[in-house]
């Protein structure tokens, strides 16, 4: 069971990487426009190539979907997009954005997000790793676990890749594995401070 | 000194750049109906215009952390060593050294952090 003493998990932060897009897309499409939360969203991208990133993840979706810019104030209901080439931490209140060291070779990174939320607002977050190859997002959620708060993954078996989803239930202590549908009826539970029935995966052999 | 010679016709041409991948002389050719550039070096590495401009942004991006880990790991050395240090006259220059090293480092550092690279548009969309 997750959630057992109805803590509002308000603060969602996703990272996705190879075959991310589309389950991103899929799991806006879900999200209800009343979320009471704020969603935080780091996808793997080119640090060149300009794309319509919000525009294809905002499309069908009910919440606001925006790639903010430095210090723009963090809202409920609103999904920050990283813009490429730069890492998105929260700070209090606020979104910052920097051009730190890429981590795992890659900027935006998942892992400064995940940490950065575990940080500032611990219990109240749940991280959620989908669909890609690599490790970004594994410490992150190991540090979103240590501090209270909730750690998810796509179902390895949806998910187009799913090293990230494996490789984060092999070494941190995952919540649960959904699939994308699942992951929004959790996500939304979670954000109004229900209680989930939710069996923890064990390591894949 | 060019990077791209000023005359080029539909045979490759030496460019005045060297090949990211290799280091190798590279030359450039125009190709196709819009005689969009080609970027060849002598062993074959390949390169677009967007290409190569993505390779030597990445190639900035690894030189100028470089610079900035030589800038950092000369300061903790520096420092170290001042620290041990039994003249004071070798003390000293190691910790004026180290200052400025320092100083440098910060200075990089903000260099690095402010560099947003090139953007490129996507192509349009043929109709």
Redesign the interface.
């Known amino acids: 069971m997750i959630n057992p003493h109805r803590i509002k998990r308000d603060v969602i932060a996703i990272g996705a990487s190879a075959g991310g897009v589309q389950p991103l897309k899929d799991l806006l499409e879900m999200l209800p426009p009343d979320l009471p939360a704020m969603v935080a969203i780091v996808l793997h991208r080119?640090?060149?190539?300009?794309?319509?990133l919000p525009l294809v993840l905002g499309r069908h979706a009910l919440l606001s979907v925006l790639e903010p810019a430095d210090r723009d104030p963090l809202l409920p209901g609103a999904v920050y997009v990283a813009p490429r080439?730069q890492h998105m931490i929260f700070e209090d209140g606020i979104v910052r954005l920097?051009?730190?060291?890429r981590e795992h070779h890659t900027r935006p990174a998942i892992d400064p997000l995940f940490r950065s939320a575990a940080e500032r607002y611990g219990p109240r977050v749940v991280g959620v790793v989908l669909s890609g190859m690599g490790s970004d997002g594994v410490s992150g959620l190991i540090a979103i676990k240590k501090g209270g708060g909730v750690s998810l993954v796509q179902h390895p078996g949806e998910a187009m890749f799913g090293t990230m989803p494996c490789t984060a239930i092999a070494e941190d202590d995952v919540d649960a594995m959904l699939t994308v549908e699942e992951l929004a009826s959790t996500l939304t539970a979670l954000a109004r401070g229900e209680t989930v029935e939710a069996r923890r995966p064990t390591v894949l052999p | 000194m060019y990077a791209i010679p000023p005359r080029l016709d539909h045979a490759p041409e030496l460019a005045g750049i060297s090949c990211p991948d290799c280091c190798g002389s590279l030359s450039v050719e125009p190709e196709g109906k819009r005689a969009d550039l080609v970027f060849e070096c002598r062993v074959g590495h390949t390169y677009s215009v967007d290409e190569l401009l993505v390779a030597k942004e990445e190639r900035l991006h690894g030189r100028l952390w470089t610079a900035y880990t030589a800038l950092v790991e000369l300061t903790a050395l520096l420092n170290d060593l001042a620290a041990r240090e039994a003249s004071e006259d070798r003390g000293r220059r190691y910790g004026e050294r180290r200052e400025v090293a320092r100083a440098q480092a910060t200075r990089l550092r903000r260099l690095i952090e402010d560099n947003a690279p090139l953007t490129l548009p996507g192509e349009g969309e043929p109709s």
């Open positions: 080119s640090p060149y190539h300009e794309t319509q080439d920097s051009r730190g060291a």
